[in-house]
């Protein structure tokens, strides 16, 4: 992603909730990539600069959408089951589940996805049938994650916030670290 002059810096590993909203707006940057291209590139060969932005589009999904899902799998959403086991809120943790399939459905999706822009570009067409499934597959994962990321950003998040104490967050900012090295 291009740096933006007088933009707010991501935040750092101090800040692991930050650094997972920040992935968010990558997110949806390269998510929008996949599906204007998509929509807009129908019926013709990819020019370099699609091909160009799709691969780095697919690329960020393949390193950055993997490890977002990890930090939040593996560092988040189990420490707040342990500190929320006490809570007699069942939709919170019916709230955590759920975006555990969505991750999984949005592997599904960008699986099929990634598979159909190799294929165009490599074959330098694609056909009727596949670019109607990419078409389907986009906006499907469009919609996953709009309800997701607004999901986390406004239930969970906040959540994290309340019963995550400092020592806490900053075992979750080493682990974060740890993933990136």
Request: overall charge negative; aromatic content about 6%.
């Amino acid at each position: 992603m291009s740096v933006q002059i007088g933009a707010r810096p991501d935040s750092g590993f101090d800040d692991p909730v930050g650094m997972l909203k920040d992935c968010h707006r990558r997110i949806e940057h390269f998510l929008s990539i996949l599906c204007l291209v998509a929509g807009r590139a129908a019926g013709r060969a990819l020019n370099p600069e699609e091909q160009s932005a799709i691969k780095a589009a697919l690329q960020y999904f393949h390193t950055g959408g993997e490890r977002h899902n990890a930090d939040e799998e593996q560092s988040i959403f189990p420490r707040l089951r342990s500190a929320a086991a006490e809570s007699t809120d069942p939709e919170f943790h019916a709230l955590l589940d759920r975006l555990e399939r969505d991750h999984s459905r949005a592997a599904g999706l960008h699986e099929a996805i990634d598979w159909l822009y190799t294929d165009w570009i490599a074959k330098g067409e694609i056909e009727p049938g596949n670019r109607d499934r990419l078409l389907s597959s986009t906006n499907a994962l469009r919609e996953l994650y709009n309800e997701h990321i607004a999901l986390e950003e406004t239930a969970i998040f906040p959540r994290a916030a309340e019963l995550l104490d400092a020592q806490t967050i900053a075992a979750i900012g080493r682990e974060f670290s740890t993933r990136r090295r």
